[in-house]
C-alpha cells in the first residue's frame, strides 16, 4: 500500500531563515506529489503539485519542491520563510491517473518574529 | 463564488445518535471525497465517489456511510457504530480521473471543514 512519510512534526523558524520539510513516499510506480498548506483557520489549499517533466516545481508564495524518484523525495523548501508562513504543511500522493490522495501526518511550521 | 461549501463548521453528536455533514460544490466536478483530519495523523479517506450513484469506502470507511444522489452533494453520515467521532471532517473534490493529459485537470480542492465533537 501507498504511504507519505512527513518526518518533521514540528518547526520552529525565525523569520529570514531558509525551510526545507521533508516528504518520502512509498510506491515504484508513476506518482502524482502534491504540497498542501492550511494556515490557521483557513481551508487546505494547494501549493504545489508534481506530475511530469521538471522535478523542480514552483508554487505560491516563493514555495518550491524537487522531485528526486532515486530517493523517492518531493522535499518542500522556501530560501526565506515569513511569519505569515505559519501554517500547517501536508504532503501528498497519487498514483497513476488516480485522484484517492493519500496524506502525511503534517508537518505544524511556526514561524517567530 | 464557485466552491465547495460544508455545513455545519461545529456539530454536537450525543450518545448513540447519527449526525449527518453536508458538503456541496458548485465547480461541476464529477468526483468527490470526505477525509478526517486528527491531530498528528494527517487526513485519512473516509469514502469518496467518482460519479454520481457510486462510492467506494476510503481507508476508514467503518462508522460511516455515504450517499451521492446528486453531482453537487455527497453528504456524510457518522453512526453510532462510530465510537471515535471527535475529528476535523474535510470534504474535497476534483474532476473525474484520467489519464495522460488529462490528469493534470486532478487537483482535490477542499471545503472549510467541520468540526465534529462529542458530547
Known amino acids: 500500500a501507498q504511504s507519505v512519510s512527513q518526518h518533521n512534526h514540528h518547526v520552529i523558524l525565525s523569520e529570514a531563515a531558509s525551510l526545507e520539510l521533508g516528504c518520502n513516499y512509498s510506491y515504484g510506480g508513476t506518482v502524482n506529489l502534491f504540497w498542501y498548506v492550511q494556515y490557521p483557520g483557513q481551508h487546505l489549499q494547494l501549493l504545489l503539485k508534481y506530475f511530469s517533466g521538471d522535478p523542480l516545481v514552483k508554487g505560491i508564495k516563493g514555495f518550491e519542491a524537487e522531485f528526486i524518484k532515486s530517493k523517492f523525495s518531493f522535499n518542500l523548501r522556501k530560501p526565506s520563510v515569513q511569519w505569515s508562513d505559519t501554517a500547517e504543511y501536508f504532503c501528498?500522493?497519487?498514483?497513476?491517473?488516480?485522484?484517492?490522495?493519500?496524506f502525511g501526518t503534517g508537518t505544524q511550521l511556526k514561524v517567530e518574529l | 463564488d464557485g466552491g465547495i461549501t460544508q455545513s455545519p463548521k461545529y456539530l454536537f453528536r450525543k450518545e448513540g445518535q447519527n449526525v449527518t455533514l453536508s458538503c456541496e460544490q458548485n465547480l461541476n466536478h464529477d468526483a468527490m471525497y470526505w477525509y478526517r483530519q486528527d491531530p498528528g495523523q494527517g487526513l485519512r479517506l473516509i469514502y469518496y465517489?467518482?460519479?454520481?450513484?457510486?462510492?467506494q469506502k476510503g481507508d476508514i470507511a467503518e462508522g460511516y456511510s455515504v450517499s451521492r444522489e446528486k453531482k453537487e452533494s455527497f453528504p456524510l453520515t457518522v453512526t453510532s457504530a462510530q465510537k471515535n467521532p471527535t475529528a476535523f471532517y474535510l470534504c474535497a473534490s476534483s474532476r473525474e480521473p484520467g489519464q495522460g493529459i488529462r490528469r493534470a485537470k486532478n487537483i482535490q480542492y477542499f471545503g472549510a471543514g467541520t468540526r465534529l465533537s462529542v458530547l
Open positions: 465517489s467518482q460519479i454520481v450513484n457510486d462510492f
Open positions: 501528498a500522493a497519487s498514483t497513476g491517473g488516480g485522484n484517492k490522495l493519500t
